[in-house]
């Protein structure tokens, strides 16, 4: 059943992978976690309809462990060892985490609905049924439940922009410090 369900979802699963950690190696070990713990879990899925869910359920709790872990390490590395590219990485990670810890104190009324759509990439429609909402409705919470982060971010954080990528400085009074 594993090498079954391997060979079904492994490249939709990579693709999202990528789009949540951008170095292909690392990408790669998400992946191989992941269906780690799909092997180590199959048992626990009870309701096999609910298959592709219970999979990406599984992978964005390994990527968000990857950052967790990431974020644990930041004090440990020296600054002036890192290379740009490097840094480019770290700042995403240091960004990645500071939205994780402002997202959840945005109102609950958009904040599910948010994380559906931004982080867990469901469909507005799929959304609006799982919530019992209208479509209307859900594309105004996730307009409302952006603009709450975006204020947090913009109270939280200073950002820079240049020509190839965005940093980010959190403030001191900051909660992700």
Request: aromatic share 8%.
């Amino acid at each position: 059943m594993i090498t079954q369900i391997w060979h079904d979802f492994h490249q939709q699963l990579l693709v999202f992978i990528k789009s949540k950690v951008s170095n292909q190696d690392i990408a790669e070990d998400i992946l191989q976690d992941t269906f780690i713990r799909v092997q180590k879990n199959i048992a626990t899925l009870h309701e096999p309809n609910k298959l592709t869910s219970w999979l990406y359920q599984i992978c964005r709790n390994v990527i968000i462990d990857y950052y967790r872990k990431q974020t644990l390490n930041i004090d440990d590395i020296d600054v002036n060892e890192l290379t740009n590219e490097t840094n480019i990485e770290l700042d995403r990670i240091k960004l990645n985490s500071c939205i994780n810890l402002l997202i959840n104190d945005i109102d609950e009324s958009y904040k599910d609905i948010l994380v559906a759509y931004e982080i867990n990439c469901l469909k507005q429609k799929d959304i609006a049924q799982h919530f019992n909402l209208s479509l209307p409705a859900v594309k105004s919470r996730i307009k409302r439940g952006r603009h709450q982060l975006k204020e947090k971010l913009i109270y939280c954080c200073d950002f820079n922009f240049n020509e190839n990528n965005i940093t980010h400085e959190c403030k001191v009074d900051c909660s992700c410090n």
